[in-house]
């Protein structure tokens, strides 16, 4: 089955400096991967999701991009501000199978 | 339109008792799933049920776990003769489309502690 590693597992930055986190997945058949960010005390909420079919996607101030060969993708985050705070998680899965997340990453905005 | 509501937000049990969680989705989904979020880890699949069928439990354990969603009324997790393992925070989320590559909107959650 699909195995999704996560790193890393804490991440501080100034406020206006930019986070990337990473995930790598091993189930080469994969081709969803959506990224969520969970704040306290909250459920997950969906910020930016990328399929196999292309190799970045860039919302405002988020942009996520994919490489299939390396089998691993990556959220970028720029500009960051104090409520970029709280923690991320990345997922994948292939067809009719059920996400695998990775064990997510508390960032940590200083303003 | 309200979000994804789970219910209760804490349910504190003692081992051997029930548990149940309620989940009611947004309005206009038919689809949901059940995810559990242990301490400092990532969710974990439960299971996915559509109005009065099970799609896939292919994460539920075998017993003690079940889940239902009827024609009327929330979605039901229910966790029966829980242990101490089973303490950790239920998350639902529900979709509008079939399918497990489909936007999930997930609720706050239930954070069961089993005493």
């Known amino acids: 089955g699909e195995n999704v590693e996560q790193h890393p597992s804490t991440l501080s930055v100034q406020e206006g400096d930019s986070a990337v986190i990473k995930c790598t997945y091993s189930?080469?058949?994969?081709?969803?991967f959506p990224w969520y960010k969970q704040e306290l005390g909250k459920g997950p909420q969906l910020i930016i999701d990328?399929?196999?079919?292309?190799g970045e996607k860039k919302d405002q101030r988020i942009a996520v991009t994919l490489n299939k060969t390396a089998k691993h993708f990556s959220l970028h985050i720029t500009e960051t501000q104090p409520e970029d705070s709280a923690v991320y998680f990345c997922?994948?899965?292939?067809?009719?199978?059920?996400?695998?997340f990775g064990k997510g990453t508390r960032l940590s905005v200083i303003a | 339109n309200a979000g994804v509501m789970q219910n209760p937000r804490h349910l504190v049990r003692r081992r051997g008792q029930e548990a149940r969680l309620r989940c009611s989705p947004m309005?206009?989904?038919?689809?949901v799933y059940w995810y559990r979020q242990l301490p400092e880890e990532g969710l974990k699949f439960m299971v996915y049920?559509?109005?009065?069928?099970?799609?896939?439990e292919s994460g539920m354990p075998k017993e003690r776990f079940s889940a239902e969603f009827p024609k009327e009324g929330p979605s039901i997790l229910r966790i029966q003769q829980v242990v101490r393992g089973d303490s950790a925070a239920y998350f639902c989320?529900?979709?509008?489309?079939?399918?497990?590559?489909?936007?999930?909107?997930f609720g706050p959650g239930t954070r069961l502690l089993v005493l």
């Open positions: 989320a529900s979709s509008p489309n079939p399918g497990l590559q489909e936007t999930q909107y």
């Open positions: 189930d080469s058949a994969s081709n969803y």
């Open positions: 990328i399929r196999s079919n292309v």
């Open positions: 997922a994948a899965n292939r067809i009719n199978t059920p996400l695998v």
């Open positions: 309005k206009g989904h038919s689809h």
């Open positions: 049920l559509q109005k009065e069928n099970i799609i896939d």
